[in-house]
């Protein structure tokens, strides 16, 4: 990956990284709990501040050191070994791996309250512990998913906020999510794939430092249609919009079959994989890199990264919670804010980094 010179990280400057609550009986604070008890890992974070109920960490960690703070601006007041928790109330008891829609209020106070903070530049970024949806929508969540209530939250629409997965060997964007395989052909039209790779290029340049990012499209069909012998989607809507894109300065290829995308030799040709739905994006990268992949939505005004795993209550409580994809979020949450703090601007404010026009 080509990296500008000019976007070079800023030393001296400290970003503090929120990290919500997630759902309190589920995997995210007790995996937070063993990452800030760990003093090696410990040194080696970002300013924290968790936002959430100090309750649910306690649960885990009946000993954790917190101290509660009304705002950001109290953490460097505080001692290095204590962690910096903006508290707010539980409706229930936690009881690790048992939904409970008593506490649901507070998972959203959560989240409303970090964008809050990342929005006024109080906070220079957020890691979203995981959330169950199910337990949410009896307190009026009603947004489809995590991603699109936070671009609610920005006053954007759902579709402005762009899923990108990414590990140290790869990033992939399913411009298609959480839809059937069998709605995937009626959806997705040449505007997705455009909006994608709009935000794509300007993200990757603004936030994560590739001076002239490289997108490779991967096709729908096998053999990305072979020509319209096996699907007509790649001349009817794929093809289009990447000759779209690069009208628009963006260094665009494609469509590529996707089953032979994603080898090394072919990742060293571009810097994120646009693919057309989402188990064409994610089995490459979970099979590349399990533990540490981490969730990023781009086209936000605020830094935005989660885990990419679930709330796991299978596993809550046991001790067994896997903290590797939280780490690599909360670092690279850190990363793109030293970026986009070098960069001041950003593209929905006007940053224009391409000349997109």
């Known amino acids: 990956m080509a990296v500008n010179p000019a976007k070079q990280i800023k030393s001296d400057y400290h970003p503090v990284i929120g990290i919500t609550m997630g759902d309190p009986a589920g995997i995210g604070p007790e995996i937070l709990t063993k990452i800030w008890t760990n003093e090696k890992q410990r040194k080696i974070l970002p300013t924290l501040v968790y936002i959430g109920a100090v309750e649910a960490l306690k649960v885990y960690a009946p000993s954790l050191d917190v101290t509660c703070i009304d705002n950001p601006s109290d953490i460097p007041n505080l001692p290095s070994d204590t962690l910096p928790c903006i508290d707010l109330a539980l409706g229930q008891a936690v009881k690790p791996g048992m939904i409970n829609s008593g506490n649901a209020a507070t998972v959203i106070q959560s989240i ?4 809050s903070l990342a929005r006024t ?3 220079a970024g957020l ?7 199910a337990g949410l929508y009896e307190a009026g969540f009603d947004a489809p998913g995590h991603t699109e209530y936070l671009a609610r939250l920005c006053d954007m629409p759902d579709h402005t906020a ?3 997965l990414a590990c140290e060997t790869l990033k992939v964007i399913p411009v298609t999510t959480h839809i059937p395989l069998a709605d995937v052909v009626k959806t997705l039209q040449a505007d997705h794939i455009i909006h994608s790779g709009v935000i794509a290029a300007h993200d990757l340049c603004h936030r994560f430092g590739i001076a002239y990012p490289r997108l490779a499209i991967a ?8 020509g319209g012998a096996i699907g007509i989607e790649e001349a009817t809507h794929i093809q289009p919009a990447i000759w779209a894109l690069q009208d628009m300065g963006i260094d665009v290829s494609g469509p590529y079959s996707a089953d032979s995308l994603f080898h090394a030799e072919a990742r060293e040709n571009y810097d994120v994989a646009v693919c057309m739905y989402h188990d064409q994006a994610l089995i490459p990268i979970k099979t590349l890199d399990f533990w540490s992949g981490v969730n990023v939505t781009l086209g936000l005004p605020i830094i935005r990264t989660s885990p990419d795993h679930g709330t796991a209550f299978d596993i809550a409580g046991t001790g067994k919670a896997n903290i590797q994809s939280t780490l690599a979020a909360i670092k690279m949450a850190a990363d793109m804010a030293f970026r986009q703090n070098h960069n001041q601007t950003y593209h929905n404010q006007g940053y224009n980094p391409l000349g997109i026009q």
């Open 127 to 133: 890691v979203t512990a995981p959330i169950n949806k």
């Open 162 to 164: 762009v899923m990108m």
């Open 112 to 115: 409303d309250k970090a964008v």
């Open 121 to 123: 530049g109080q906070i």
């Open 219 to 226: 096709g729908m069909n096998p053999h990305a249609g072979e």
